[in-house]
């Protein structure tokens, strides 16, 4: 009776879901970090700003990218890579704010990984229409440990896989705040993001951000 004055209506997600063995999503778990999170990610970009990588094959990808950390992800027409140089400026990347170090190592512990420590974070931003095609992180840094990975802003389709291309997909709906942890197995699979559809959001406007954590391959920094 009275207490179903106080119920709310259905936030119908579980705070913490499995998606595959080694996956799991937290959601809202980046809520709290929001207000020191948003004008560090803004602090960065002012220093290397997004841009549209080329793909080995010539294409222009429709996500806009930078990095923070002691490594960032490039790519031209020779290939992908790791560097420790914004290529744009010549300077290193933009060292990582201590609230997104402390945003990844909360997320890691988490999701089962106690003492992941962040050394390089990707930084995708995708405005509407834009989408990552279906791939896997194969390059990378050190498999031992996890990637976690934050979504801000407006809303995603989050494509994952299997092993093989081929293999069916699941969708999975993420949300300004979500956290996904990716270790062990889940590391190979396929994953994508669907067209952005278009929006507003209320702090982050027409846009979504995700943040993508790694640990640097043992002895790989500073090459
Ligand atoms: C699953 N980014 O930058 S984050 C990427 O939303 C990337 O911007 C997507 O895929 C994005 O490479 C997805 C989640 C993610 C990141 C790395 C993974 C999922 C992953 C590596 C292995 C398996
Ligand atoms: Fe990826």
Same mark, same amino acid.
Request: hydrophobic share 40%; aromatic share 8%.
């Given at each position: 009776?009275?207490? &179903? ?23 809202? =778990?980046?809520?709290? =970090?929001?207000? @020191? ?5 803004? +602090? %960065? ?8 990588? %080329? ?19 490039? #790519? &031209? #027409?020779?290939?992908?890579?790791? &560097?420790?140089? +914004?290529?744009?400026?010549? !300077? ?12 990844? @190592? ?9 003492? =992941?420590? !962040?050394?390089?974070? $990707? %930084? ?5 229409? !834009? ?5 896997? &992180? ?10 976690? #990975?934050?979504? $801000?802003?407006?809303?995603? %389709?989050?494509? =994952? ?5 081929? +293999? ?29 559809? +278009? ?20 002895? !790989?920094?500073?090459?």
């Amino acid at each position: 009776m009275t207490a &179903d004055l106080f119920e709310t209506v259905g936030d119908a997600r579980p705070p913490r879901e499995t998606m595959a063995e080694g996956a799991v999503v937290l959601r809202g =778990f980046a809520r709290p =970090f929001e207000a @020191a999170l948003i004008p560090a990610l803004g +602090d %960065i970009v002012k220093q290397a700003p997004f841009r549209h990588l %080329i793909t080995p094959g010539g294409h222009r990808m429709s996500v806009a990218m930078t990095n923070c950390g002691s490594l960032g992800w490039v #790519s &031209d #027409s020779s290939g992908y890579r790791c &560097d420790g140089i +914004d290529p744009n400026s010549g !300077a290193p990347w933009p060292p990582m704010p201590s609230v997104l170090c402390r945003l990844a @190592a909360g997320a890691a512990t988490e999701g089962g990984y106690a003492g =992941f420590t !962040a050394e390089a974070c $990707l %930084i995708n931003r995708y405005v509407s229409g !834009a989408k990552l095609s279906l791939h896997q &992180d194969k390059d990378e840094l050190d498999f031992a440990a996890p990637i976690v #990975s934050v979504s $801000l802003g407006l809303p995603a %389709i989050f494509l =994952f896989g299997g092993l093989k291309r081929s +293999d069916p997909t699941r969708r999975y709906r993420l949300e300004h705040g979500d956290v996904v942890v990716w270790g062990g197995p889940s590391r190979l699979a396929f994953h994508g993001v669907a067209p952005l559809a +278009d929006g507003e959001h209320g702090l982050l406007g027409r846009q979504r951000i995700n943040l993508t954590f790694r640990k640097v391959r043992p002895g !790989a920094a500073g090459r």
